[in-house]
């Protein structure tokens, strides 16, 4: 056989094992780095009620945040996690973004709703910084303990979470994924310990 040809034969084969390890290596990847299924809540809730306000344009405006404080008891020494993580308001212990969150409810009078995991989350530091990078690495759903049912009636949505691992919580994405969110303006806030918005916002 020419030498040409035996070479040519080589060198296609070559390209075609490289393509196919190629192939599945990206198969893999794709697989690997699919999110878990978003599941729907099985109770409902009604926000705010029939007096709610809305504002010079007519538009309803709903805060929403999720908040991890990694202590509820205001009256023991607070760690340096558990002061970082919480603010102590009129003698009650309040995550720093649920205290952001009321302070934009105060200031817009809108309505206000947490994001509640269905199974709470520890509030030892240790075990939710490894809880919440494992939950990222695995792109995770963690399933929210209600939905709301009047969510449509909102014009602005004002979204709150901390920055964990330079994302969102792993819940906010589950949060995301529940709603329509066609037509509405949506505000996202963050507390962090100095790095933004994390560019959450492009998420």
Same mark, same amino acid.
């Given at each position: ?35 878990? =299924? %978003?599941?729907? !809540? ?8 029939? #007096? +709610?306000?809305?504002?010079? &344009? $007519? /538009? ?9 404080? =990694? %202590?509820?008891? !205001? ?8 002061? #970082? +993580?919480?603010?102590?308001? &009129? $003698? /009650? ?111």
């Amino acid at each position: 056989m020419n030498k040409k040809v035996i070479i040519g034969i080589i060198a296609a084969v070559v390209v075609a094992i490289i393509c196919i390890g190629g192939y599945y290596l990206l198969s893999n990847k794709s697989t690997m780095n699919s999110p878990t =299924e %978003t599941k729907q !809540p099985e109770e409902e809730i009604k926000v705010g009620d029939d #007096n +709610s306000k809305t504002n010079k &344009d $007519g /538009k309803k405006s709903l805060v929403v945040y999720f908040s991890v404080p =990694e %202590t509820d008891d !205001p009256n023991k020494k607070m760690t340096t996690e558990e002061e #970082n +993580s919480a603010i102590v308001v &009129d $003698g /009650k212990v309040l995550g720093n973004t649920e205290y952001a969150a009321k302070l934009i409810k105060d200031n817009t009078g809108a309505d206000i709703y947490r994001i509640e995991p269905k199974n709470p989350y520890t509030t030892n530091h240790s075990d939710l910084v490894s809880l919440a990078k494992e939950e990222q690495e695995k792109d995770v759903r963690p399933e929210i303990k209600n939905k709301i049912s009047n969510f449509d009636d909102y014009d602005i949505i004002y979204v709150g979470y901390p920055i964990w691992w330079s994302d969102m919580p792993q819940i906010l994405y589950t949060f995301f994924e529940l709603y329509d969110f066609a037509g509405k303006t949506v505000i996202p806030f963050s507390t962090h310990g100095g790095s933004g918005l994390a560019g959450t916002v492009s998420t």
